[in-house]
């Protein structure tokens, strides 16, 4: 619904712009589609593999970090998809994680460093059902192409404010002075001239909500998947506590992210100019779940925001029953490695995904050798015997 | 003419109906195959990978013979009826999780097994195979309600009953000890 919104903004957009420059609708209207078209396809074919190199990811296999390949894989059946994503691990100690590819079949996910030791087991699952569930209902698709029909709106709103500025446009409004419309034409333009200014704006705020919509539905089919709401809960306590901002993120990458990478929570004005709900507001819902399926979560969201209207679609909650969720679980288990276990782990991996090698002398001292070292033989700092690389 | 007309619409309409409805039950059909499929790797690989749990945890625990013999048997057992109905497996299988869940469950009177790399990292594995065979059986029954829904009502059920489209059966846990605890009843 909001996807028709933003682009029936496009539409006029470029009709008042045809208005305006040639006199006739329809060579604005063609100029804004051509424009969003190519933008789309470029976006389409080339968008996959930009925001992975934009963030720095380092590709991972099953040997590198088994939990985080079998939580993807868990996710990865629970939701039914047909193919095992690739997983990214950012080297970034801020706490984030999003999901891309345009379609199923060729999708990722990543999970910076900073996320994947402060986790345990249970909210990993959450986070990367949440991730899971963005590809799964080619959130990601949708997103670039809202993306870029803002995009385009932003663009062919400048330049066409920018020629009005200039005074451009005196050949076409001598024109239509001249065909005799006179004062019903001046309001057009008048018309026409807000709208290039309100349009970006008014796109903008369209393309949070349709982000915000995903986010919630993902947020619920992540529940849906893992039936423990808790665990995604509790993990976005601990996202919303962090205050390190991702380094590689951009607006227009942003609504991929499991949080907006540029938050500052407690501000009220985020609600209408974000692309993520309030954490704190997503963590209310989640914990007032009385079951797993969507319609909990629709009833849910209704409790918090005093009636009102559900945020899950019609169709959505009908397609799923009862669902009952798991039993809750005890926040550190046993057989699980501690924070201080997987800090260890995770550096581990990061050393390894850069090509040191890892050699633990006799005394206990483990050498980390860079990849660039070429020698056959190191010397232990420590105790100083010699070991083979 | 024109009534001629209607009633070649009304037809391809229909035709378009019923190709778009057949389909969508086919697909639905093999979605239900398919995560059936992915249940089954998923008890394989947990059969697999018990010998070596075993073999692991042996050297460290004298003591629980019993508790690793039962996991033993209860997975040779269940691997003798993986070739056999839906209901018998899923009792074997049942079985089996209740005998790893006490083996699980002792290990952490052992310390020194619970420090072993190699014995963790099968731990790992276990769990995260445990999930998926949940995981995999709540996306069965997922599948098998979205299907049988479809083979129901109408009008999909019609077309449904006259190419022979049956409607599947849940995978449920029949053992006592997965599901909730027994209730306990004192009347005769």
């Known amino acids: 619904m909001l996807v028709v919104g933003l682009g029936t903004v496009l539409v006029l957009l470029g009709y008042f712009l045809g208005l305006y420059f040639f006199g006739s609708s329809i060579g604005g209207l063609v100029i804004a589609l051509a424009v969003w078209a190519i933008m789309s396809l470029f976006a389409y074919f080339q968008g996959d593999g930009l925001l992975l190199t934009m963030s720095g990811a380092r590709k991972i296999n099953r040997d590198d970090h088994p939990r985080l390949y079998n939580v993807v894989e868990e996710m990865k059946i629970a939701s039914g998809l047909e193919k095992m994503p690739e997983i990214y691990i950012i080297d970034d100690p801020a706490l984030n994680a999003f999901a891309t590819g345009r379609d199923p079949t060729r999708a990722a996910v990543a999970i910076t460093s900073g996320l994947l030791q402060k986790l345990n087991r249970d909210e990993l699952q959450g986070v990367i059902g949440h991730e899971i569930s963005h590809i799964k209902n080619r959130d990601v698709l949708l997103m670039a192409m809202c993306s870029v029909l803002l995009g385009t709106i932003v663009i062919l709103a400048w330049y066409g404010s920018r020629f009005l500025i200039l005074g451009g446009a005196t050949g076409s409004r001598r024109k239509s002075s001249s065909g005799g419309g006179g004062q019903a034409q001046i309001i057009v333009l008048a018309v026409a001239l807000v709208f290039m200014i309100l349009a970006p704006i008014m796109a903008q705020l369209i393309y949070f909500a349709i982000s915000r919509k995903r986010e919630y539905l993902a947020d619920a089919s992540s529940a849906l998947y893992t039936r423990y709401p808790e665990g995604l809960a509790s993990a976005l306590e601990k996202l919303g506590a962090s205050t390190g901002q991702l380094k590689s993120a951009n607006q227009a990458t942003a609504p991929m992210y499991i949080i907006n990478p540029f938050h500052k929570e407690g501000i009220k004005a985020s609600d209408l100019s974000s692309t993520h709900p309030p954490i704190s507001e997503r963590i209310h819902i989640l914990r007032a779940m009385a079951g797993a399926a969507f319609s909990d979560y629709d009833r849910a969201y209704r409790q918090i925001h005093q009636g009102g209207k559900g945020i899950m679609p019609a169709t959505a909650r009908a397609t799923t029953g009862v669902v009952p969720l798991a039993a809750m679980k005890p926040k550190a288990r046993l057989e699980e490695p501690d924070e201080v276990q997987r800090a260890r782990e995770t550096s581990d991996v990061m050393w390894r995904l850069n090509n040191y090698k890892a050699i633990t002398c006799n005394c206990g001292t483990r050498l980390r050798v860079p990849p660039r070292f070429k020698e056959p033989k190191i010397t232990c700092p420590h105790c100083g015997r010699t070991n083979l690389v | ?188």
């Open chain 2, 1 to 188: 003419m024109i009534a001629v007309w209607i009633i070649i619409g009304i037809v391809a309409f229909l035709l378009v109906l019923f190709i778009a409805i057949y389909n969508s039950l086919v697909g639905r059909r093999n979605e239900v195959k398919n995560s059936w499929a992915q249940i089954d790797v998923q008890l394989k690989r947990r059969h697999d990978l018990i010998p070596n749990l075993v073999e692991t945890a042996k050297g460290y625990m004298k003591h629980e013979r019993e508790t690793l013999e039962a996991v033993t048997n209860a997975r040779n057992l269940a691997q003798q009826v993986a070739s056999s109905g839906a209901g018998v497996r899923a009792k074997a299988e049942g079985e089996l999780s209740s005998a790893l869940s006490r083996l699980l469950a002792v290990v952490e009177n052992y310390p020194d097994l619970k420090a072993n790399q190699n014995f963790l990292a099968l731990q790992e594995e276990l769990t995260s195979t445990e999930n998926k065979i949940s995981f995999s059986r709540q996306y069965y029954n997922d599948s098998v309600l979205r299907y049988n829904n479809q083979t129901q009502m109408f009008p999909s059920n019609i077309i449904a009953n006259m190419t022979g489209f049956k409607a599947s059966e849940f995978f449920e846990v029949t053992v006592a000890t997965e599901k909730e605890a027994p209730k306990v009843s004192f009347t005769q």
